[in-house]
Structure formats: C-alpha cells, structure tokens
C-alpha cells in the first residue's frame, strides 16, 4: 500500500469529476468531501468537458443512465483522457439490461479507464458469464478483464480483488452492515477515484489497494461503532471515519494479501 496518499489528497484537496448514479450522488459526494477530496458533477454533455478540464480525475456510474447522461460520460472520459487524468468506471447493473451493458461497452470503446470497479455480478455481466446464486468471479477471470482494457479491476463483496496487469491482491476486511446500505459501490469508486488523482497513473495498482483499504478500514471502524444503532448510522459514519481515519490505522486493520 501507499499509505502516504491519504495525507496527499487531504494536502492537496484534488477535484474528482462525478458523473454518477443519481440515485445514491449525494452520498458519493460527501464521501469524497469526508475523505478530504472535492467533487463536483454534472449532468450535461455540453458542460461535461470544461468541468473534467477543471478536474483531477473522473468518475462514472451507469446506474441511471440516459441516452444525455452516457454522452456526458463519452465527452468527459475523452477530455480526461487528452489531460492525462484517471478515469474510474463503475459498470453499476451492468447485467439489468442490454441498453446498459451497451453504454459500457460504448464508453470502453472511446475512453480509457485506469481502473474498472464493480461487484461479480456488474463483472459477470462484461465478461458475458451467468453466476450461479452464491458464486463469485476468481482471479484468472478478473484477469480476463483487465487484460482486455488494460487496467486495474476491483471486484467489491464480503471479500475485495484487485488485479492490475500483473499484480493481484485481496483485501479480507468482509463488513456486513456494508451489504445493508445503498451506495457503497459507487462512493468506492469515487475513492478509487480520489486516490489515482495524487498517484502515478501509470502504475495505479498501490493507489487502488490502498483506495479499498481505506474505504474498508472506514467501515469497519463505523460498524464497531454503529452496529447497535442502525444502518443509517453506520453510513454516515463510514463519512465520519473516513475524514479522521490515519495512514498506521490503515497499515494496522488491513488484512492484505499481494499475490
């Protein structure tokens, strides 16, 4: 892990772009403010350029799309792209439809993504697979995925796997309370997000690790605390834990395995 990076955004406060799940924004939002980033958003193709050229990097959630909001997405992840900057995608119910699973394959086609994050069924559904109920996706079929865009891919679930051309890691930090809130995806992918805005892009596989482990490390700490109470409560507080987590916090509470 690179666990400095979570001083670095809190320093240098980068903008992350959201172009997401209209659902569940508000939360994304004020998880990336907790975490010390600044987000903004829009909705609209004709502005979606200028503000990623404002922005360190770029988010985008399909999880309620319109034929508007994936020319936005197209726009902003072509702009990104000529900056420089990273650009995360979240193939939120990639699987629900096929005008969905179409938008991804259209915005992979034009953009470049450093990262790729979603749970098996979002994953199942790119590599064209049907998970039996209970099933999961292993790492030769992550794989699979990142070797055919050439990027980083994070499958999120009672445990967390990342590949990155190479490198492979699990996280263990398996939070159930996690499963009984909306929003969890996609405000981690804003983190993901967040964390590549202040790292080498060309090498993003220690700032997606340490991304999720900051995330996770949020959770757990707000379950221990907020178990009791409420779901509600405990997603505010994974907010909270995220605005005052530390890096040896991180380093302490991860169960990490590099594979």
């Known amino acids: 892990m690179q666990e400095g990076l979570l ?10 772009h959201c172009i997401t799940n209209q659902v569940t924004v508000n939360y994304v939002i004020n998880t990336l403010m907790g975490l010390g980033a600044v987000a903004v958003g829009t909705n609209a193709p004709q502005e979606a350029a200028d503000i990623t050229a404002k922005s360190r990097a770029l988010m985008l959630n399909v999880g309620t799309l319109t034929e508007s909001l994936a020319d936005s997405m197209i726009v902003a992840g072509r702009r990104a792209n ?15 439809s096929s005008f ?6 259209e915005i992979l086609s034009n953009v470049a993504v450093s990262c790729i994050r979603g749970n098996e069924a979002d994953l199942a559904a790119m590599l064209g697979i049907e998970l039996e109920n209970g099933a999961t996706l292993d790492f030769d079929e992550l794989q699979v995925l990142s070797d055919r865009y050439q990027t980083g891919v994070v499958m999120t679930g009672s445990e967390d796997r990342i590949v990155c051309r190479a490198s492979q890691a699990r996280i263990f930090n398996d939070i159930p309370m996690m499963r009984r809130i909306s929003g ?17 892009i060309t090498n993003p596989f220690e700032a997606i690790v340490t991304a999720v ?15 009791s109470v409420g779901s509600a409560s405990f997603a505010s507080g994974i907010i909270d834990a995220l605005s005052v987590v530390t890096a040896d916090e991180l380093t302490k509470n991860t169960r990490l395995e590099v594979r």
Not at 7 to 16: G, K, N, S, W
């Open 7 to 16: 001083d670095e955004i809190r320093a240098q406060r980068p903008i992350v």
């Open 82 to 96: 000529e900056m420089g900057a990273p650009v995360v995608l979240d193939p939120d119910g990639a699987g629900f």
């Open 100 to 105: 969905r699973k179409e938008i991804v394959n």
């Open 184 to 200: 969890n995806g996609a405000a981690l992918s804003g983190v993901v997000a967040a964390f590549l805005a202040v790292s080498d």
């Open 213 to 227: 482990s900051a995330y996770s490390t949020a959770g757990q700490m707000s379950e221990a605390k907020y178990a």
